[in-house]
């Protein structure tokens, strides 16, 4: 097996906010998992949303 077969491929989207970037990596998703890919959509939004509360003012 060579060393880019080993590779896990990593899909960044970005954009300027409202442009539809979580809309576009969600619909990537179903697609590839209709597929059978198995994959982890992981949203920035998502992880900033859990580290509010926790930060200081």
Same mark, same amino acid.
């Given at each position: 097996m060579s060393a880019a077969a080993d590779r896990t491929p990593l899909?960044? $989207?970005?954009?300027? $906010?409202?442009?539809?970037?979580?809309?576009?990596?969600?619909?990537?998703?179903?697609?590839?998992?209709?597929?059978?890919?198995?994959?982890?959509?992981v949203e920035l939004d998502q992880i900033a949303d859990m580290a509010r509360p926790t930060l200081p003012d």
């Open positions: 899909v960044l $989207i970005a954009g300027p $906010i409202a442009a539809g970037k979580s809309t576009a990596s969600r619909a990537l998703a179903e697609s590839l998992r209709a597929d059978g890919t198995r994959l982890a959509l």
